[in-house]
Nanobody
């Protein structure tokens, strides 16, 4: 079992920045094959925002490339999503995701609201 807890969401003005954190417990990061951040806006499907593999390879949603950066600290069992140049369309609940072998785990989500 892997438990994931997100933090760092909040209200930010357009053009602002936020950093989300996701701390995993119940399993070493080294046994997790990939960590990801997803988001779901009201009335829309959940979508993958960014993913990082155990080998540090990354991939991003096209609309966030160049603005968002995913990273992880294995010693802290924590993954991060640095979000810059935030826009109102980035408003959503952001969920942390972990894949271990054939199982997928989710955090409860953290709200990000971009508004003036």
């Amino acid at each position: 079992q892997v438990q994931l807890v997100e933090s760092g969401g909040g209200l930010v003005q357009p053009g602002g920045s936020l950093t989300l954190s996701c701390t995993a417990s119940g399993s070493s990061f080294f046994s997790i094959s990939a960590m990801g951040w997803y988001r779901q806006a009201p009335g829309k499907q959940r979508e993958l925002v960014a993913r990082i593999s155990s080998g540090e390879s990354t991939n991003y949603l096209d609309s966030v490339k160049g603005r968002f950066t995913i990273s992880k600290d294995n010693a802290k069992n924590t993954a991060y999503l640095q979000m810059n140049s935030l826009q109102p369309e980035d408003t959503a609940v952001y969920y942390c995701n972990a894949v271990k072998v054939i199982a997928t785990y989710w955090g409860r989500g953290t709200q990000v609201t971009v508004s003036s």
